[in-house]
Each structure stands twice: as structure tokens, then as C-alpha cells.
């Protein structure tokens, strides 16, 4: 199975900081990486596909990046709705698995 | 708007069968992969598997022995079976639909139900 490894596991920040979460595979998984928002109680949502596009309706301060094993999910200035969890999850091969999840705080 | 809605019962008892059916709306199963995921409480992410529109399935080792994913269109309604449960096997189970590869995407989990908690317990 590849190895999803995200950090930080959680961090704090402040409505308007710039946010960066990483996320990295065991193995080479060219550009199939999608990063998810989980409010709690909440399903996911998509943010980003293939690692650098953004989902149909998701704000435009969210971005993805990177290819191979290294990528990033930025966040250019958080707002008071962006409190969440977020998790990668690798579509490179089966079985499809996700990072352990990075929880942004306030 | 496509939307998915998991059924089933929320209390099981363990060594049965967990059984439970995602109905959707506003899409047809004839396109896409349909996918369970599930989520043990303060847990992170777990797929369970998916069903290919054409009927074929595809499943996380960890779970094969025990997993069934089954489709049927014309009740709109694919279905995750799960054997011989266990405590361990408590979690919210989500169903969602996959964005088939392509060019352009793979395999991204695009909508979701709203998940439904499943307890194994006696």
C-alpha cells in the first residue's frame, strides 16, 4: 500500500495567516493526490484534484501543488470558515488511501 | 445536484453482517464509480472499496475477505455488505461517487453522503 504522511498534525492559526499543509507518499504517485475538507459531524468535501485543481465552487485562496512524492496545500489567507481537518488522499493505485489528517485551530 | 443518502441499520452486533445501501439522486450509476469510506470515531480516513458502473468491484485488502460493494440501477442504489463484524469495525460510513481517470482526473471522491454511524455492538 502507499503511504500517506501529512504535517503538521495539526497547527493554530489566525483568520488572514497564509496556511501551508504537506503531504507525502511512499512512493512516486506522479500528480494523483486530492486534498478534502472536514468540518466535524461534517462529510468531506473536495478541494483539489490531481494536485493542482481546485473543485467546481471552492475559493480560489485554496491551491494545491507538487508531483512525485512532495505536495502542499495552501491556504492564502484563512478565513473563519477554513477551521477544519484536511486530509490528502493518494489515486495513483489501489487500495486508495488518505493521510492521518492535519486539523487547523484557531 | 447530485446527491447520496446512506440507509441502514446503526447498531450491530458482533461477528453479523453489517449491511448498508446508498440511494442517489440526481446522477446515473451507469456513469462513475461508487465507492464506501469510513471514518472510527476521532479517526482518520479509511477506503473500503468501489463498484465500476459496469458491475465490477474493487476492494481494500485489509477488508476483502469480509467486503461486498454491489450495484443495482434501477433502484438508483449501490450496497456495502460487511461479514463477521467486529468493535473494531465501529465507524460513520460515507458512500460517494468517484471521477472515473482520465487525462484530467482520478478517482477524486467529487460528492458524498452524509455518513451514517454504525456501532458494533451486543
Known amino acids: 500500500d502507499i503511504q500517506m504522511t501529512q504535517s503538521p498534525s495539526s497547527l493554530s492559526a489566525s483568520v488572514g495567516d497564509r496556511v501551508t499543509i504537506t503531504c507525502r507518499a511512499s512512493?512516486?504517485?506522479?500528480?494523483?493526490l486530492n486534498w478534502y475538507q472536514q468540518k466535524p459531524g461534517k462529510a468531506p468535501k473536495l478541494l483539489i484534484y490531481?494536485?493542482?485543481s481546485l473543485q467546481s465552487g471552492v475559493p480560489s485562496r485554496f491551491s494545491g501543488s507538487g508531483s512525485g512524492t512532495d505536495f502542499t496545500l495552501t491556504i492564502s489567507s484563512l478565513q473563519p470558515e477554513d477551521f477544519a481537518t484536511y486530509y490528502c488522499?493518494?489515486?495513483?493505485?489501489?487500495?486508495?488511501?488518505f493521510g492521518g489528517g492535519t486539523m487547523v485551530e484557531i | 445536484q447530485v446527491q447520496l443518502q446512506e440507509s441502514g441499520p446503526g447498531l450491530v452486533k458482533p461477528s453479523e453482517t453489517l449491511s448498508l445501501t446508498c440511494t442517489v439522486s440526481?446522477?446515473?450509476?451507469?456513469?462513475?464509480?461508487w465507492s464506501w469510506i469510513r471514518q472510527p470515531p476521532r479517526k482518520g480516513l479509511e477506503w473500503i472499496g468501489y463498484?465500476?458502473?459496469?458491475?465490477?468491484?474493487n476492494y481494500n485488502p485489509s477488508l476483502k475477505s469480509r467486503v461486498t460493494i454491489s450495484l443495482d440501477t434501477s433502484k438508483s442504489q449501490f450496497s456495502l455488505r460487511l461479514t463477521h463484524v467486529t468493535a473494531a469495525d465501529t465507524a460513520v460510513y460515507y458512500c460517494?461517487?468517484?471521477?472515473?481517470?482520465?487525462?484530467?482526473?482520478?478517482?477524486?471522491?467529487?460528492?458524498w453522503g452524509q455518513g451514517i454511524l454504525v456501532t458494533v455492538s451486543s
Open positions: 460517494a461517487r468517484l471521477v472515473p481517470c482520465s487525462s484530467t482526473s482520478c478517482r477524486q471522491a467529487d460528492y
Open positions: 490531481v494536485a493542482s
Open positions: 440526481g446522477a446515473s450509476l451507469s456513469t462513475h464509480s
Open positions: 512512493q512516486s504517485i506522479s500528480t494523483y
Open positions: 488522499q493518494q489515486s495513483y493505485d489501489t487500495p486508495l488511501t
Open positions: 463498484v465500476y458502473y459496469s458491475g465490477s468491484s
